[in-house]
């Protein structure tokens, strides 16, 4: 094999042939041209964030962002304390150097164009673009929650307020939609109203949530916590008792309803609105008093003869705080 410059194709003697006919090493000269010709051609230019007035550019893993530093220095405080005169002076991607083909000579003269080059060589190019899509005002960006944690793991890993803001905003907004998943965000990041409204929909239906993966990576202290809270319901409830006598079916339904609220294997919410569906009722068989009854209970202990899940959340029995 004679050598070349890094970006030449191989050459071969030709009595070299009959050996690399030979199956492994057939393989093993292929996996090298492969290799080779992997880190010959480079990166890529983004899709989305690929400006050419831009003075910056980053690479992650095989991508290569062309970027304002003005605008990623008003959005991040780790972009504007490092974009100095200096930074990106040792991690120039190999590209300025070794061009190969017309796309990788183009992107070449970009870098040699820009103020500053950097390599985030751990980032994942396509969770980067996500942080360029909220942080540049070109296009409508909405938060989901499948981009919802990415946001704020690269908001808190770069120091952008926006992104930070605009994940809590999304979480106290939709946290009733996936609570656990809300609650394990608010607890990491901090969030008090957002961990506090989430815990409520945990408390009434913990062991709904015990099997989740999610659940268990809660902090221990926080799982012990929403575990004390199902358990004070349950205590609560035991030592409530109806003044007023109903007639056998009723009194057989609601007896069951109170003793579901006792048990921490039985959603809460679910058993408030059975028990409010008879407060609520003229269709029984006793007099309308059983059902005057339920309705004062409800609303003496639970806020309402209706109690809604928006009721539940601002009562102490039915949240927790983060520390």
């Known amino acids: 094999m004679q050598s ?27 996996s090298i041209i492969i290799f080779h010709r992997h880190i010959a051609m480079g990166y890529t230019h983004s899709e989305q964030h690929y400006y050419d007035d831009g003075d910056v550019i980053i690479t992650c893993q095989d991508t290569a962002f062309r970027l304002h530093s003005a605008v990623l220095k008003l ?11 200096t930074w990106g002076s040792t991690s120039t991607p190999h590209l300025a150097q070794e061009p190969l083909d017309d796309s990788s000579v183009s992107l070449a003269q970009d870098i040699r164009e820009c103020k500053f080059q950097v390599e985030l060589s751990d980032e994942d190019p396509s969770k980067f673009a996500i942080l360029l899509d909220l942080i540049y005002p070109v296009k409508y960006f909405q938060v ?8 704020l793991c690269l ?20 946290c009733t939609h996936q609570p656990l998943v809300s ?17 409520t929909h945990i408390i009434l239906n913990i ?11 809660l902090s221990d202290r926080t799982q012990r916590k929403l575990f004390q809270a199902r358990l004070r319901i349950s205590i609560f409830v035991s030592h409530l008792v109806f003044n007023t006598s109903f007639c ?8 069951d309803s109170v003793n579901a609220l006792r048990d921490p294997t039985i959603p809460v919410f679910a058993t408030l609105q059975k028990l409010a569906a008879l407060g609520n009722s003229t269709r029984i068989s006793c007099t309308e008093s059983s059902s005057a009854c339920v309705a004062r209970f409800l609303d003496s202990h639970f806020g309402s003869d209706n109690p809604t899940m928006t009721l539940l959340q601002g009562k102490t029995m039915f ?5």
């Not at 989901?144 to 946001?151: G, Q, R």
């Not at 056998?248 to 007896?255: F, G, Q, W």
């Open 183 to 199: 609650l394990a965000l608010a607890e990491r990041y901090r969030f008090a109203q957002v961990f506090k409204k989430s815990s």
């Open 319 to 323: 949240f927790v705080e983060l520390d």
């Open 155 to 174: 908001g808190d890993k770069y120091l952008i307020d926006k992104a930070f803001q605009t994940a809590k905003n999304f979480l106290e907004a939709k």
């Open 75 to 85: 959005s991040s405080e780790f972009f504007k304390a490092k974009f100095t005169s």
């Open 144 to 151: 989901t929650w499948a981009t919802v944690e990415d946001v």
């Open 248 to 255: 056998v079916p009723c009194l057989r339904y609601v007896e």
């Open 4 to 30: 070349r410059e890094p970006n030449a194709c191989f050459h071969f003697h030709s009595d070299a042939i009959d050996i690399l006919k030979e199956p492994i090493l057939h393989f093993a000269l292929k």
């Open 207 to 217: 062991c709904a949530h015990m099997d989740n993966p999610t659940f268990h990576a």
